[in-house]
């Protein structure tokens, strides 16, 4: 949309004079607008992993529609023309798999990693959680591919296996890095659940400087933010944290209750979860209102062409 285009745009002046950047992700030119990232193209996604569970028992579980899952997810990106890789995960239920996909531009030395759990519980779908994740990262990485930014960076993106016993997919990844992979990774970005119902709008407040890239775009839009305290360790970026990479990343909140104060702030209904169907057979597609999630997969655009495009 036009407006987004002109809001993003008009943050270039703000952020250099604001100069929030650490080295860890600092770069040496003034960065691309991002272009608007398609909500269709997200809802199509969407769709997409619900008729997978619907084919595999009604979920997206290692013993149900993940496997399905990765190769929806791989066929979109290796047409785009990524190089794509399954990483068998040998401590992670079935031995499921992540997937991969790097795009081929900007410094090897400097990533820029972005990534979101892909598979769901048992009990349901998982469509919120975290197929909105999924499906967002899933659709920058497309547009990414599509626009050709010229990158002072690499861009890397993931989709994790079995997150929902542990993390154990994102932890086998680190832990199979070498320490100077590792030290490649100059941040990481987490997108777990960003389209609640009734939504909030946290943003991982781990890195200072990280959280600023986020709230510059939130503030264009006029939404206040707040730190996102629920979900803190309990998702894929606590794998990257306790191996020293700088992490950042958005949510919508889960089972925790809506304050007053937040309803005052975003709307919604106090007293009652952001997510009323967290880990149920009812999160589906008609759990994900649009505006969170259009909202949240914008933030997500517009920092990766911040932080890694000239």
């Known amino acids: 949309m036009e407006w987004k285009r002109k809001a993003v745009a008009g943050l270039t002046g703000l952020t250099l004079a604001l100069g929030v950047l650490t080295p860890a992700v600092a770069h040496s030119a003034v960065a691309a607008p991002a272009p608007d990232i398609s909500l269709a193209n997200i809802k199509t996604h969407l769709n997409q992993l619900q008729a997978i569970a619907q084919q595999n028992g009604g979920n997206r579980s290692a ?6 899952s990765v190769s929806y997810v791989e066929q979109k990106l290796q047409a785009a023309g990524y190089t794509v890789t399954r990483q068998t995960c040998t401590s992670c239920a079935g031995r499921t798999q992540n997937l991969i996909a790097e795009w081929p531009k900007g410094d090897a030395n400097q990533v820029l990693m972005l990534g979101a759990h892909l ?18 990262i899933l659709e920058v990485a497309l547009t990414l591919a599509r626009t050709d930014p010229a990158m002072a960076k690499r861009v890397r993106f993931a989709w994790w296996a079995d997150e929902e016993s542990g993390m154990r997919g994102s932890r086998f990844y680190v832990s199979s890095l070498s320490s100077a992979d590792r030290a490649k990774i100059k941040t990481y970005l987490n997108f ?28 264009s839009i006029g939404i206040q933010t707040e730190g996102d305290s629920e979900g803190d360790g309990r998702s894929d970026h606590a794998s990257f944290k306790s191996a020293g990479i700088p992490v ?26 952001f997510d009323n169907c967290y880990h149920r057979s009812c999160d589906t597609v008609s759990n994900i209102p649009d505006a969170p999630l259009e909202h949240n997969s914008d933030a997500v655009g517009y920092a990766v062409w911040k932080l890694a495009t000239t």
């Open 192 to 219: 777990d659940m960003i389209g609640s119902k009734n939504w909030g709008y946290f943003v991982y407040d781990d890195v200072a400087s990280v959280k600023a890239v986020f709230d510059e775009y939130f503030t």
């Open 63 to 68: 013993s149900g529609g993940y496997a399905a």
């Open 119 to 136: 598979d769901s519980v048992s009990a349901g779908p998982g469509i919120n959680d975290n197929g909105s994740g999924s499906a967002s």
């Open 248 to 273: 950042g990343g958005l949510a919508t909140g889960a089972g925790d209750v809506k304050t007053t104060a937040q309803q005052q702030k975003w709307g919604g209904t106090a007293g009652a979860a």
